[in-house]
């Protein structure tokens, strides 16, 4: 079994100063040695930085989004490629505010996780169903279908992926899922990477929505609940480090 994951995402927040002192704080707080693999997910403009004061510290950071393209004329686009160069050890693929507001379809964020791996940068591909998918019973299948465009597309290479469970409603809204809800959406995406490589236990299947030092450790201690995407609570340094210290210690 893997050791905790717990991976900040920034999202379109942020300037020089406000990362520095907050980047600054977790490598005070060496974060970097807690029982948990930390990393932060931080906007493009802001690679170089996290790489100027994360390197060496054993605290991954990453891209938030990928292009589905290798290179070439895409004006605005960022490539797998290029994120490795700038040290990223990880990409979130597929995150709902991407399906949302840029309309990315299941087979574009496959495209994406397969540039990832191609390029040697971890995709964290999430899924997840909004309240209506809820109410009508078709969270399984929502999040199947979501994650199954993936596998599909990465074949063998699934086993090297991450996954982040992310119900739509309960992001960035404190409507954290309970941890018997997550853990059983989480026990759904485990048997699927079963089925799909021989490799599954290497999959590492975050929580995300709503995570807060309050319930980290209570969704943490889930049996396939691997770690934590977080939001909201990732850009205040004693937030975030309440939640790397709330994890558990996993062989
Ligand atoms: P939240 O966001 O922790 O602010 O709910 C999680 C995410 O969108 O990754």
Not at 207 to 216: F, L, V
Request: aromatic share 4%; with cysteine.
């Amino acid at each position: 079994m893997s050791k905790t994951l717990i991976v900040g995402n920034w999202k379109m927040n942020g300037s020089l100063a406000e990362n520095a002192a907050l980047l600054q704080a977790w490598v005070q707080a060496r974060a970097g040695q807690s029982a948990a693999d930390v990393a932060v997910c931080v906007p493009s403009p802001y690679l170089a930085q996290a790489q100027g004061l994360l390197a060496g510290q054993r605290i991954d950071w990453g891209g938030q989004d990928c292009s589905a393209h290798e290179a070439g004329a895409y004006t605005g686009e960022v490539s797998a490629a290029m994120l490795r160069d700038l040290g990223c050890r990880y990409v979130i693929v597929g995150h709902s505010e991407r399906r949302q507001y840029h309309q990315e379809s299941d087979d574009l964020v496959a495209l994406k996780a397969q540039r990832a791996l191609a390029a040697g940068v971890t995709p964290i591909v999430c899924v997840g169903e909004t309240l209506a998918d809820r109410e009508a019973g078709r969270t399984e299948f929502v999040v199947k279908r979501q994650l199954s465009a993936v596998i599909h597309a990465v074949g063998h290479c699934s086993s090297e992926m991450v996954v982040a469970y992310e119900p739509v409603w309960a992001i960035g809204t404190g409507h954290t899922a309970t941890p018997a809800q997550a853990q059983a959406v989480h026990a759904v995406l485990r048997a699927q990477l079963q089925a799909a490589t021989a490799h599954a236990q290497r999959n590492r299947i975050l929580y995300g929505g709503s995570m807060t030092a309050a319930n980290a450790a209570e969704l943490l201690a889930q049996p396939d609940i691997d770690g934590g995407l977080i939001g909201g609570a990732s850009l205040k340094a004693d937030d975030f480090l309440a939640i790397v210290a709330a994890s558990p210690t996993r062989a």
